[in-house]
């Protein structure tokens, strides 16, 4: 029978190995310039410092450019959210938060126009299983 749609396949993996991947990735299409988006999720100074190991051992000119820490508490409606967002220079996006903020963030992306061709977000953690429902 042929298959309609895509299988999305999740299979457990550390972030460390996560983010050795997505910088192969990177490499391959020599999209070197970056930024980290985070929340205040639990292992997010891990995750920051190993994006930091990943780049400062690279022969690779990586451009880092920058870390936004997000706190979506008291900010019901996004704005403060987009407003951030619109302030990271990169169009590559590494985001390392929980299942629920990445919906929040993602929906604050797409109202901010940063969600769309020209943009590439990769999502990091081991915590974004756990449902047949793929977020948009």
Do not use: M
């Not at 126009?113 to 590439?120: E, R």
Request: one cysteine or more; charged letters at 25%.
């Amino acid at each position: 029978p042929q298959e309609k749609g895509s299988t999305f396949l999740q299979l457990g993996s550390s972030t460390e190995q996560q983010l050795q991947v997505i910088f192969e990735v990177l490499e391959e299409y020599d999209w070197t310039a970056f930024a980290v988006v985070t929340t205040l999720f639990p292992g997010y100074e891990d995750f920051v410092d190993y994006v930091e190991v990943l780049t400062d051992s690279s022969f690779i000119g990586w451009e880092h450019r920058g870390v936004l820490t997000l706190n979506l508490t008291d900010d019901p409606e996004g704005s403060r959210l987009r407003r951030q967002l619109r302030e990271v220079s990169a169009q590559i996006r590494l985001l390392y938060c929980s299942r629920d903020e990445a919906e929040a963030i993602f929906r604050a992306a797409r109202d901010a126009g940063l969600a769309g061709p020209g943009y590439v977000w990769f999502v990091v953690g081991t915590n974004l299983g756990g449902s047949d429902q793929l977020p948009e």
